[in-house]
């Protein structure tokens, strides 16, 4: 029924499952979790999620690098380097990239040219980009727009409705983490109740951003239920509601059936 579209599941604390990340997915499927989408964040990420992906049909995931990696990892994402290694069918999106003033400032210029780049990659692939951003909302949206790309997700959306509309006029989706459901985040909450349904995704970012009632513990994909139940709430739909509308637009984004 649910769908994690954003999970670092080479990050996982699998204290729970004695090491086992096959554990930690059947538990989230316990929990009606239908789908995961494994997210990269270097260039070598791509070789344990495509290992993960072989052993589970419902696991995809992303080959891309993030905005707070180096200068040089960010350089060798090139986008001849990006197709090549998105060649898989099991290569649902490029990303995670886009930019972060928040954590780094030292390498905005490669920030924004990579993140370009990984657009491009997208483009040439016909497949999403996953794009994160922080303290830079309105670079990210420029590129965005410089780029002609309307083809992604703005993940654990966090921003204001200026942001979410400029991208979703673009034509992406917007992704919510469990930041929606913590109790200061009305605001938030106010924003996503404006996001056209058929634009809402749902994700975990785990291990990180746990959401309430487990907020302040180590985050994983069996917890998204919980932030569908927090959308439930905003948009006056049933837990299944969401579920299911959040699923389907999963699979639009990415023509699986």
Same mark, same amino acid.
């Given at each position: 029924? =649910?769908?994690?579209?954003?999970?670092?599941?080479?990050?996982?604390?699998?204290?729970?499952?004695?090491?086992?990340?096959?554990?930690?997915?059947?538990?989230?499927?316990?929990?009606?979790?239908?789908? =995961?989408?494994?997210?990269?964040?270097?260039?070598?990420?791509?070789?344990?999620?495509?290992?993960?992906?072989?052993?589970?049909?419902?696991?995809?995931?992303?080959?891309?690098?993030?905005?707070?990696?180096?200068?040089?990892?960010?350089?060798?994402? %090139?986008?001849?380097?990006?197709?090549?290694?998105?060649?898989?069918?099991?290569?649902?999106?490029?990303?995670? %990239?886009?930019? @972060?003033?928040?954590?780094? %400032? @030292?390498?905005?210029?490669?920030?924004?040219?990579?993140?370009?780049?990984?657009?491009?990659?997208?483009?040439?692939? #016909?497949?999403?980009?996953?794009?994160?951003?922080?303290?830079?909302?309105?670079?990210?949206?420029?590129?965005?727009?410089?780029?002609?790309?309307?083809?992604?997700?703005?993940?654990?959306?966090?921003?204001?409705?200026?942001?979410?509309?400029?991208?979703?006029?673009?034509?992406?989706?917007?992704?919510?983490?469990?930041?929606?459901? =913590?109790?200061?985040?009305?605001?938030?909450?106010?924003?996503?109740?404006?996001?056209?349904?058929?634009?809402?995704?749902?994700?975990?970012?785990?291990?990180?951003?746990?959401?309430?009632?487990?907020?302040?513990?180590?985050?994983?994909? #069996?917890?998204?239920?919980?932030?569908?139940?927090?959308?439930?709430?905003?948009?006056?739909?049933?837990?299944?509601?969401?579920?299911?509308?959040? %699923?389907?637009?999963?699979?639009?984004?990415?023509?699986?059936?």
């Amino acid at each position: 029924m =649910f769908v994690d579209t954003h999970c670092h599941l080479t990050l996982l604390n699998l204290d729970a499952y004695q090491g086992s990340i096959d554990a930690a997915l059947q538990a989230a499927r316990e929990n009606g979790v239908s789908k =995961f989408m494994g997210i990269s964040v270097s260039l070598e990420d791509h070789l344990a999620l495509a290992e993960i992906a072989a052993r589970h049909s419902d696991v995809g995931y992303s080959v891309g690098v993030h905005p707070c990696e180096d200068e040089a990892a960010m350089k060798m994402a %090139t986008v001849e380097r990006l197709v090549a290694l998105a060649q898989s069918e099991k290569v649902w999106a490029l990303g995670e %990239t886009g930019l @972060d003033y928040f954590h780094s %400032t @030292d390498y905005v210029a490669e920030q924004k040219q990579c993140f370009a780049r990984h657009i491009q990659a997208s483009k040439l692939l #016909k497949k999403p980009v996953v794009v994160h951003t922080r303290s830079a909302k309105h670079d990210t949206v420029d590129i965005i727009r410089a780029e002609q790309s309307s083809h992604g997700i703005l993940h654990c959306f966090t921003e204001d409705w200026a942001t979410a509309k400029a991208v979703l006029d673009c034509g992406y989706y917007i992704s919510f983490s469990g930041i929606v459901s =913590f109790k200061n985040a009305q605001d938030l909450r106010d924003v996503a109740k404006q996001v056209p349904l058929d634009r809402l995704l749902i994700e975990t970012d785990s291990p990180y951003l746990a959401p309430m009632p487990y907020r302040g513990k180590s985050n994983e994909p #069996k917890f998204v239920p919980y932030v569908a139940k927090a959308l439930s709430e905003v948009y006056d739909k049933t837990l299944e509601e969401i579920g299911l509308i959040t %699923t389907q637009n999963f699979d639009n984004l990415l023509n699986l059936k």
